[in-house]
């Protein structure tokens, strides 16, 4: 019986060990100074590289971040801190249908909003669909550390005459700070790897992006239109940008271990 | 203490002899004070004048009310949600429940120390103590090197953290964490001191440290102690009220209320037969 558990419990590690082998076994050996710095190339043409669309991811992630990280950690406080129990609960399932939104229907509401009004794909529309993705599972998990900081913290900062406000910033906020650091992360990795509500908003562009309003590359994007085209070099180099997304995005989850290790030391 | 002699002058009363106190200072002046959470109602029209720079213990069986009515006077209770009250409520004359009186303008008069230490845990010692006079907005260094200093010696820690202050306040003992909590109330000059059973959860050479503090304490604070431990009572407070049932069953000296109450539930209970 504990081999049939520890076979399934093994389970869930093989697939990462999969996706990790492909990107290896097809990525790596088309990463090279040139793919990190350089603007893609046409079919055919050597030396190409996915510059644009990393620096396109980090601009995004960055513009997600501006709008996704303040709404949803003072909507994480307002549910920990204040509100009535009953309104608290339909902004909780609310936060939860929206966590189950799929993206796609994501990147076509914000095109209705900002694509169309505006006639132009933007790198804005897109930080805005990635950054709304991000406020209920960053509010979520804000809320849930917010609510583990015990309340004798609270009543003690209280009792010394300091304002509500001053006692969540000052003591609970910062009492829990690595558990929201981690939950931005969370929400960042998860978000980095969309492509479909950049589909409609953010395009995708073949060079350097110089404006805002216009349209902006991201490595899902870069991946997306590579893999669908008919040519081996840019399959190949799909797959190198597969790889230094999943780059990232492990690297976030990283950071995020070691910040809660952290915590579990005190 | 009865048998002492007692050196009553028989001048007459208009001139009183030096070492008789003049007229005691009212510190807390409570009339019909009664409190419900909810339909509960949980006390139940107190009256009672707590004395300044005295120590008050508050006595009674669990559930009777006594932390209540200790949470009620610097407005600690209002945290609970759905609490109602009558009555009313005066420190030194002001009206803690007046209107537009903010509850933080009162817990800088009444500091509290609670049951369980609770230093914060992502502050140092040092800035434990500070973060009620930083987050009131002193930014003076000096003064806040010198209230440092005073708070410390005040609860009697500053010899043990001295040299430690920014260490983490929750690498202290059991005790010294207490007494950190103290010094930290004690940094912004409260009035009163509320202390919500401060020993429950020392050990016996940790509370005596605490109960020695508490003497040096009621020369220039007014504090009021709840506590489970009737020894605690007697020797450490002036005045000992009892609560029963959410009422004030009787308020007097405590060396009255120990050796010959007038009533004979506080009798019981004192007596350790019931509580």
């Known amino acids: 019986m504990t081999g049939l558990l520890f076979a399934c419990a093994a389970a869930v590690m093989a697939p990462l060990f999969l996706v990790l082998y492909f990107l290896l076994k097809e990525g790596a050996s088309s990463i090279d100074w040139n793919f990190l710095t350089k603007l893609p190339k046409p079919t055919g043409e050597s030396g190409g590289g996915m510059a644009n669309a990393i620096v396109g991811t980090l601009t995004l992630l960055g513009m997600a971040a501006v709008m996704g990280v303040p709404v949803g950690i003072m909507g994480g406080i307002y549910l920990a801190e204040y509100g009535s129990d009953r309104g608290n609960s339909w902004i909780r399932f609310a936060a939860d249908v929206l966590n189950g939104v799929p993206s796609i229907v994501w990147g076509m509401v914000v095109y209705l909003m900002l694509v169309v009004p505006f006639k132009t794909f933007s790198a804005y529309a897109g930080g805005v669909a990635l950054g709304l993705m991000m406020i209920p599972l960053v509010m979520r998990t804000t809320e849930e550390v917010l609510v583990l900081v015990p309340q004798s913290y609270r009543e003690a900062a209280l009792a010394l005459g300091i304002s509500r406000w001053k006692v969540i910033v000052v003591i609970v906020l910062r009492t829990a700070l690595k558990g929201v650091v981690t939950g931005v992360l969370i929400a960042l990795a998860r978000v980095a790897g969309e492509t479909a509500p950049l589909l409609f908003t953010a395009l995708g562009n073949n060079f350097w992006n110089r404006n805002l309003a216009e349209p902006i590359s991201a490595l899902p994007l870069q991946i997306f239109s590579y893999a669908i085209s008919p040519y081996d070099d840019w399959h190949r180099q799909a797959w190198a940008g597969a790889l230094v997304l999943m780059g990232m995005i492990l690297g976030l989850n990283i950071i995020v271990r070691i910040l809660s290790n952290w915590r579990n030391n005190g | ?275």
């Open chain 2, 1 to 275: 203490m009865s048998n002492a002699p007692i050196p009553v002058p028989s001048a007459p009363k208009a001139i009183p002899a030096p070492a008789q106190p003049g007229p005691e200072e009212v510190a807390f002046d409570i009339r019909d004070f009664s409190l419900w959470y909810g339909a509960r109602q949980a006390l139940h029209e107190v009256t009672i004048r707590i004395p300044a720079k005295k120590v008050t213990a508050i006595i009674g069986p669990s559930g009777c009310g006594k932390s209540t009515f200790l949470r009620a006077l610097n407005r600690m209770h209002e945290l609970t949600p759905g609490t109602r009250l009558s009555g009313s409520l005066r420190l030194f004359g002001d009206d803690l429940y007046g209107q537009g009186i903010e509850p933080s303008v009162v817990r800088r008069r009444v500091g509290m120390v609670f049951q369980k230490s609770n230093p914060f845990p992502t502050l140092s010692i040092g800035e434990n103590v500070l973060v009620g006079l930083r987050l009131n907005g002193v930014r003076d260094r000096e003064v806040l090197r010198r209230r440092l200093e005073e708070s410390l010696r005040l609860a009697a820690l500053w010899d043990e953290v001295k040299d430690v202050l920014d260490k983490p306040g929750i690498s202290l003992s059991g005790g010294q964490q207490q007494r950190l909590c103290i010094a930290r109330a004690l940094a912004v000059q409260p009035e009163v001191l509320l202390m919500d059973e401060p020993c429950s959860a020392l050990d016996p050479l940790a509370t005596a440290k605490i109960e020695e503090l508490i003497q040096t304490l009621r020369e220039n604070y007014t504090v009021v102690i709840v506590t489970h431990n009737m020894q605690q009572a007697a020797r450490s407070s002036d005045r000992t009220a009892f609560f029963y049932l959410g009422n004030l069953v009787e308020f007097g000296d405590t060396s009255k209320i120990f050796t010959n109450p007038g009533n004979p539930q506080t009798e019981a209970y004192v007596s350790g037969r019931f509580g």
